[in-house]
């Protein structure tokens, strides 16, 4: 229950006597049974075809369709990870009958046991309530070594939105990690639009000590200032966990999201970002979340995600292996 085996059809792409493509590298894993090999870099995906959260928030339906849309435009980029390296294909965690909680369960434990195992976690979405079942498993995985955790999430919204009757949705995720971790909750939000968040949730930011940049600052031109915020977050903690909502893009460059906006930041820029993060050799895992095929154009939003996990992974693995 709550778990669907990967469908191996969905890494397709060129034909090659080596491997040249994401494609060919991908080793598609039944029932959860994670590969236990310490000695290889390796990246671990699962996707969280759940749109529940979406559903409680409010938004646009069909991100439970996000996960397989990432990983067809996956399969098709050229392989450049370290030649040792090995990618894993864990499947989709999915919601049955509104259950949100019991899925995130599973997730949160997969997570763990993901760390455990020295993989580099990519998680696809899905529903951004993904980044509450996410966090907790990086928590419980750090809470023996006893480092300090960060939290950066490129985001048009905080995402700290008070749970609805105690229930969580795309909208609380982070505000539920920093009721759970209260001083352990360090979290740098980057790109929030004013226009989707109200006062209220600057004055939770405030409450919950957390960091951000909003979009007028968040721009090229605005590098060095950037760059030095970054910087100092990333000094600040051990380990970070980043969470990339595809609604933060523009819709220029992101159509299919759930809740799109015409003035996001420009995929170079972000990229840019991603670089500077992943230097710091702290990156321990990612998601990419929001992708809502139901409204993408040309598999735009599907492409730019798939992009963005490949680049991330592709520095994490070359800067660790």
Same mark, same amino acid.
């Given at each position: 229950?709550?778990?669907?085996?990967?469908?191996?059809?969905?890494?397709?792409?060129?034909?090659?006597?080596?491997?040249?493509?994401?494609?060919?590298?991908?080793?598609?894993?039944?029932?959860?049974?994670?590969?236990?090999?310490?000695?290889?870099?390796?990246?671990?995906?699962?996707?969280? +075809?759940? $749109?529940? &959260?979406?559903?409680? !928030?409010?938004?646009? *339906? =069909?991100?439970?369709?996000?996960? #397989?849309?990432?990983?067809?435009?996956?399969?098709?980029?050229?392989?450049?990870?370290?030649?040792?390296?090995?990618?894993?294909?864990?499947?989709?965690?999915?919601?049955?009958?509104?259950?949100?909680?019991?899925?995130?369960?599973?997730?949160?434990?997969?997570?763990?046991?993901?760390?455990?195992?020295?993989?580099?976690?990519?998680?696809?979405?899905?529903?951004?309530?993904?980044?509450?079942?996410?966090?907790?498993?990086?928590?419980?995985?750090?809470?023996?070594?006893?480092?300090?955790?960060?939290?950066?999430?490129?985001?048009?919204?905080?995402?700290?939105?008070?749970?609805?009757?105690?229930?969580?949705?795309?909208?609380?995720?982070?505000?539920?990690? +920093?009721? $759970?971790? &209260?001083?352990?909750? !360090?979290?740098?939000? *980057? =790109?929030?639009?004013?226009?989707? #968040?109200?006062?209220?949730?600057?004055?939770?930011?405030?409450?919950?000590?957390?960091?951000?940049?909003?979009?007028?600052?968040?721009?090229?031109?605005?590098?060095?200032?950037?760059?030095?915020?970054?910087?100092?977050?990333?000094?600040?903690?051990?380990?970070?966990?980043?969470?990339?909502?595809?609604?933060?893009?523009?819709?220029?460059?992101?159509?299919?999201?759930?809740?799109?906006?015409?003035?996001?930041?420009?995929?170079?820029?972000?990229?840019?970002?991603?670089?500077?993060?992943?230097?710091?050799?702290?990156?321990?895992?990612?998601?990419?979340?929001?992708?809502?095929?139901?409204?993408?154009?040309?598999?735009?939003?599907?492409?730019?995600?798939?992009?963005?996990?490949?680049?991330?992974?592709?520095?994490?693995?070359? *800067?660790?292996?």
């Amino acid at each position: 229950m709550f778990h669907q085996n990967p469908n191996p059809s969905l890494w397709s792409g060129r034909k090659s006597d080596t491997i040249e493509y994401w494609h060919q590298a991908a080793i598609s894993v039944k029932d959860l049974k994670l590969d236990a090999n310490r000695e290889i870099p390796k990246v671990g995906i699962l996707g969280y +075809a759940g $749109e529940e &959260g979406v559903k409680r !928030n409010q938004g646009r *339906l =069909g991100t439970a369709e996000g996960p #397989n849309a990432i990983r067809k435009n996956l399969g098709t980029l050229a392989f450049h990870l370290p030649e040792k390296s090995r990618i894993f294909d864990y499947g989709d965690v999915y919601t049955e009958d509104s259950d949100l909680e019991t899925s995130h369960k599973l997730i949160t434990e997969t997570v763990y046991n993901l760390l455990e195992t020295k993989h580099f976690p990519i998680l696809l979405g899905g529903g951004h309530d993904l980044a509450l079942a996410h966090g907790r498993g990086i928590y419980k995985h750090l809470a023996s070594n006893n480092k300090k955790l960060g939290i950066i999430n490129m985001d048009a919204h905080f995402d700290l939105r008070p749970t609805i009757e105690g229930k969580g949705h795309s909208g609380s995720p982070f505000f539920q990690l +920093a009721e $759970e971790n &209260g001083a352990d909750f !360090n979290y740098l939000c *980057l =790109g929030v639009q004013r226009s989707v #968040n109200p006062k209220s949730l600057f004055e939770t930011a405030e409450k919950v000590g957390a960091k951000w940049m909003v979009m007028e600052d968040f721009r090229m031109n605005n590098w060095e200032v950037i760059q030095e915020k970054i910087l100092w977050f990333l000094d600040s903690v051990d380990k970070i966990y980043l969470s990339v909502d595809m609604d933060g893009f523009s819709s220029a460059f992101a159509p299919g999201v759930s809740a799109p906006s015409p003035m996001g930041f420009r995929p170079e820029f972000a990229f840019k970002v991603f670089e500077l993060i992943t230097a710091s050799k702290k990156l321990i895992s990612l998601d990419v979340v929001e992708l809502n095929p139901a409204f993408d154009h040309d598999q735009a939003t599907s492409r730019l995600a798939a992009r963005c996990a490949e680049y991330v992974a592709r520095k994490v693995l070359a *800067l660790n292996s």
